[in-house]
């Protein structure tokens, strides 16, 4: 897994920035119900779409991430309401919030245990009829049938952490019901040839050692393809809301 807090500098402008930011807000909030005061946001990053669910008028906002340089970050833009902390041992009583949210969390954990982890705190900080939303199937809203694509198609794919079937699951086991579904464009995050040899390089494909010989074979074929600027089709993120019985 990469560094975020290293990351934390380069994060949103490689990842879509504001745009990204405002369409994953935008879709969380309408998932949420009318009568949500108080939203936890686990994983809150650099605190981007967190200051977007905040400005929600009478929506009460808490950041939490693991991450200190992310942390630092989102408290500048959503001060008072950031806290470190990890998501697998979240630093709040049963049943504090009204919502939680988990918007790009579980494809980064380590197997479906983790993510079960996961998924039960999430539940255990909801009040009965709150709702969790979060992301699922992270990883193949980025692939989008292109030419990059098909170049990667040889590589290696770590089995997703975040499958939505799996999420359901582990929903079910913790009470939550599925309520909804939404979906948002990833705006400014559709890959380049230059963009993808850029992410082997630094280690983004996480089964693809960047100095090895698949790297090499791979940053070739990227390099043989036409239009080395020119961004292919933007991914398409998928959410799933879940309440929890009363």
Do not use: N
């Not at 919502?99 to 969390?105: E, G, I």
């Not at 098909?150 to 359901?168: S, T």
């Not at 599925?178 to 995050?189: D, I, M, S, T």
């Amino acid at each position: 897994m990469l560094d975020y807090s290293k990351e934390a500098d380069r994060y949103d402008a490689s990842r879509g920035g504001e745009p990204r930011a405002a369409a994953a807000a935008a879709a969380v909030l309408g998932l949420l119900p009318a009568d949500a005061r108080t939203l936890l946001d686990v994983a809150c990053g650099t605190g981007l779409v967190t200051r977007r669910l905040a400005a929600r008028d009478g929506l009460r906002v808490t950041g939490v991430d693991a991450a200190y340089r992310m942390t630092r970050m989102a408290a500048d833009r959503v001060p008072g309401a950031v806290v470190l902390g990890d998501s697998r041992r979240l630093p709040f009583p049963d049943g504090a919030f009204d919502a939680v949210s988990t918007v790009w969390l579980l494809h980064l954990l380590s197997g479906a245990e983790e993510a079960r982890e996961v998924v039960a705190e999430c539940a255990r900080v909801l009040r009965p009829g709150g709702v969790y939303v979060t992301t699922v199937d992270k990883a193949a809203s980025h692939d989008v049938g292109s030419d990059i694509d098909a170049v990667l198609a040889p590589r290696p794919v770590r089995p997703a952490v975040d499958r939505a079937a799996d999420v359901d699951a582990f929903a079910a086991e913790r009470g939550l019901v599925p309520v909804g579904r939404a979906g948002f464009r990833g705006h400014g995050q559709g890959r380049t040839p230059l963009s993808t040899v850029d992410d082997l390089r630094r280690g983004w494909f996480t089964r693809i050692p960047p100095d090895g010989p698949l790297a090499e074979r791979l940053a070739a074929g990227l390099a043989r393809l036409p239009d080395q600027e020119v961004a292919r089709p933007d991914p398409q993120f998928s959410l799933r809301a879940y309440r929890k019985r009363g």
